[in-house]
């Protein structure tokens, strides 16, 4: 098992930044996939970005390709989530999720139930 938690979420005004982290904790960190999420009040929650614990080429979400950048130090177990050029759109909570990297392919990285770990959320509120 693996355990994850949030940090970095606050309030900002549109076109301001955020770095989120995840502090992973438990199995080697290596061996996952990981993925930052997002919900807004009353909809459902969306996977913004991705990656292999172990490298690899990031995936990213249409809504955040070219503001958002996923990163990830394995010396800390950490993953990151910079955020530029934030609009009020942006504003949810956000999720940091882990599962075993050789279930994270195609269509699952996104996807909700595809994931078993999840921390418990940081908040990101972004103002106009």
């Known amino acids: 098992q693996v355990r994850l938690v949030e940090s970095g979420g606050g309030s900002v005004q549109a076109g301001g930044s955020l770095r989120l982290s995840c502090a992973a904790s438990?199995?080697?960190?290596?061996?996952?996939?990981m993925a930052w999420f997002r919900q807004a009040p009353g909809k459902e929650r969306e996977g913004v970005a991705g990656i292999y614990a172990g490298g690899g080429s990031p995936y990213y979400a249409d809504s955040v390709k070219g503001r958002f950048t996923i990163s990830q130090d394995n010396t800390k177990n950490t993953l990151y989530l910079q955020m530029d050029s934030l609009k009020p759109e942006d504003t949810a909570m956000y999720y940091c999720a882990a599962e075993d990297a050789n279930r994270c392919y195609g269509s699952r990285w996104f996807r909700r139930a595809a994931y078993d770990y999840w921390g418990q959320g940081t908040q990101v509120t972004v103002s106009s």
């Open positions: 438990g199995r080697s960190y290596r061996n996952y996939c």
